[in-house]
């Protein structure tokens, strides 16, 4: 372990590990396997970085995107670690470099895609090379029961059946129980020890409110916590994403699109601009984020409700990589609901696959819905415990009320019956509001009882009062129809008043409230203008050596350097997350900064 240390130390810039860092890098050392489970952000990466270069032979690491193997690759070569990737958008002859470089025992580190890691001309080149670990890196794509199911990821297994005595290490910061027994089984990790750090992520703030006018929503959150800071915010169609990336180019913000139905040279092109400039908005469906590492992501927003709790953890931990406070913002309504159902609706998957994904709907909606703690609801999902509430979400800042809803729920729920259980919340909401237009006065609905019972409330407090429904399993959307609310069974406990419905209460005055409970400020005033003089310097040499700012120094490297104000290279070489190779580079540079400061 002093090796690891001095590894530690010297390539990677930090005295000391984080969490169960340490553990599991002494385990893996020591030839064993292991599962390991920790947050976005929590350090993963060393913990198959490090035994790889302590342990004789190359680390292969299997990834499953490009864009991850290329940001890690750059980041560790520059740290002076001999890493390299394989992959379908390098040429022949750099792929040929990369392969006599593996057989020739001269990397650490070799990343490759699930597909490639398999191919059998790849298994019979690494028959002929020494292997110091195997590592999966977002291993749960392994399990159909996760969210993000890779079929390519099942046949890793064959790695093992390859080279038994290779240790392997699987990491993943998203994993419920049964899909982490999923992993094991499909890997045939058997006799892996597992690492469970936890879930929590005390450093981002979450938000949510439901929908009102979320482009207004939206630009007041991003005006009054990160004005000019880079984000990435999330829409569940194409078509929203495009119609968002323009008017947010219309408020001044420098927004790009990202999604499947652009070009390849497109998405690569604004990813770029995304990971090298700074403040860059990137306003993206699902298809942009896993394995983008920029750590300096200061929130992360959902314009639509994910399809699931894990797909929303796995979003949100892109924000504050670096450790410094982050917003996880989100705005939601029962349409996100019904076009997430409509989705399904026309999957070819098996039944107990779309009955998954409804549960995992489901239990979404319910984390929307809470008036408890944010945090205890996500951590209680994957089955942690938080003993006190976090002070640090939109239900703790500002306490939701509950109040007796039995009767509203009644008259909706009556309201849905009397129509015949195939309209959508509009037209439920018209009818009781007392709105007669054409289209309830050609159903004759302006007749029936619940014509106009509802007028005491108004239309934004009975939309909640569906949404709360749906959330509650008393009413469900009608996917086979015409996207209608209809009753459950559980509905009629409510109905005939065996029943008590707690309702809660939307909150108002989002305006006023979100800017009295802006995040705290990342640097005292008095020291602000340093940072940013690091920052510009930082961002001028990464323009230079066209690499993204952080892959020279992180935000926190940055405000370390603000705080202990190094006046030597010795000084700085104590800097957390400057190491050799970096202080030989850039040390001289930013203390030219601190000193003319």
């Not at 390539?11 to 920790?38: I, K, N, P």
């Not at 239900?395 to 909706?412: D, F, K, N, S, Y």
């Not at 005491?456 to 429904?469: G, H, I, P, T």
């Amino acid at each position: 372990m002093s090796q690891v240390h001095d590894l530690l130390r010297r390539v990677f810039g930090f005295t000391c590990f984080r969490g169960l860092q340490e553990q599991v890098v002494d385990h893996v050392v020591s030839g064993g396997d292991a599962l390991v489970l920790m947050p976005t952000g929590g350090g993963k990466s060393l913990c198959y970085q490090i035994p790889a270069m302590a342990r004789p032979g190359t680390g292969l690491v299997v990834s499953p995107l490009i864009a991850l193997m290329q940001d890690q690759v750059g980041a560790l070569q520059r740290m002076g670690v001999a890493a390299s990737c394989l992959n379908s958008a390098q040429d022949g002859e750099e792929s040929r470099r990369t392969c006599r470089a593996l057989c020739r025992g001269e990397l650490d580190l070799l990343y490759v895609s699930p597909e490639r890691a398999v191919m059998s001309g790849f298994l019979d080149m690494l028959e002929s090379c020494r292997l110091s670990l195997i590592a999966i890196d977002e291993a749960h794509c392994v399990s159909q029961w996760g969210h993000d199911f890779r079929p390519e990821y099942l046949q890793l297994a064959e790695l093992h059946r390859r080279f038994p005595d290779v240790p392997r290490i699987a990491l993943t910061a998203t994993a419920d129980e049964p899909t982490r027994a999923d992993i094991l089984q499909r890997l045939e990790l058997f006799q892996a020890r597992k690492f469970i750090s936890g879930f929590d992520r005390p450093n981002i703030q979450y938000l949510i409110q439901p929908k009102q006018e979320v482009r207004r929503q939206f630009l007041e959150f991003y005006r009054s916590h990160h004005p000019g800071e880079a984000g990435i915010v999330y829409c569940q169609t194409r078509a929203r994403v495009d119609r968002a990336a323009g008017w947010l180019r219309e408020e001044g913000l420098e927004a790009l699109p990202y999604h499947a139905g652009m070009t390849s040279d497109e998405r690569q092109r604004n990813q770029e601009r995304f990971l090298h400039e700074e403040g860059v908005v990137m306003v993206a469906t699902v298809a942009f984020g896993m394995g983008i590492d920029k750590p300096n992501v200061r929130f992360v927003a959902h314009l639509d409700m994910p399809k699931s709790v894990e797909a929303y953890y796995q979003e949100t931990g892109r924000a504050g990589r670096d450790g410094l406070p982050a917003t996880a913002w989100m705005a939601y309504g029962l349409a996100d609901v019904m076009g997430l159902l409509q989705l399904m609706s026309r999957s070819q998957a098996p039944p107990e696959r779309r009955a998954l994904e409804r549960r995992k709907l489901d239990a979404m909606l319910g984390f929307c819905e809470t008036a408890g703690c944010r945090r205890q609801v996500l951590l209680r999902y994957f089955g942690e415990e938080l003993p006190e509430r976090c002070g640090n979400c939109d239900t703790c800042l500002h306490p939701v009320a509950i109040v007796e809803g039995t009767i509203a729920a009644q008259m909706a729920l009556s309201c849905i019956k009397r129509t015949g259980e195939r309209y959508g919340v509009g037209y439920l909401v018209d009818v009781l509001l007392g709105r007669a237009n054409p289209r309830i006065q050609r159903a004759g609905h302006d007749r029936l009882p619940t014509f106009g019972v509802g007028r005491e409330s108004s239309a934004r407090e009975w939309s909640s009062v569906f949404r709360q429904l749906a959330a509650a399993g008393l009413v469900e959307v009608d996917m086979e129809g015409y996207g209608g609310l209809r009753l459950t069974p559980a509905s009629w406990d409510v109905l005939k008043g065996r029943r008590s419905f707690p309702l809660r209460q939307d909150p108002v005055a989002a305006r006023q409230r979100s800017r009295s409970k802006a995040l705290p400020v990342r640097v005292p005033a008095v020291e602000s203008d340093l940072f940013e003089a690091l920052r510009r310097k930082r961002l001028e040499l990464a323009r230079q050596e066209r690499i993204p700012p952080y892959v020279i120094f992180h935000d926190n490297t940055l405000l370390a350097m603000v705080q202990s104000r190094p006046a030597t290279l010795e000084e700085m070489a104590e800097v957390p997350g400057v190491g050799e190779v970096k202080l030989a580079r850039y040390g001289q540079i930013f203390l030219e900064v601190l000193r003319s400061a």
